[in-house]
């Protein structure tokens, strides 16, 4: 499972022209599930996501966790794109809408998350805070 988090300022995800989510200062999560993934690694991603140090203390250091900042996830199927031979990517390694979506969504319950609408196509805005975006993974 990878996880591309962004530290936004806001962040948003339409379909078909309407907003379905949006959040204000938090977390943007771009998550991929790959074949063969668990509901283990699922809460493991996810138990790592609620304690990543990514937002600023006091004294401006990375040091704080999302607390009670809002978090938004979206699948992102695209993380798995191998581009290691030739210039089409390959999605061989990513798992299907069958085996992701209950993934995606046990992850976006525990982060008590967000969400887009699971294999639509989806329009996401953000504003990259920092910028700060780190990719995690399982």
Known sequence: MRALVQRVTRASVAVEGEIVSEIGPGMLVLLGVKKGDTEAEAEKVAAKLLKLRVFEDGEGR????PGEREILCISQFTLYGDTRKGNRPSWIEAAGGEEAEPLYDL????????KGIFGADMKVELVNDGPVTLLVET
């Open 62 to 65: 990375m040091n704080e966790p």
């Open 107 to 114: 992850v976006c319950e525990k982060l008590d998350a967000k």
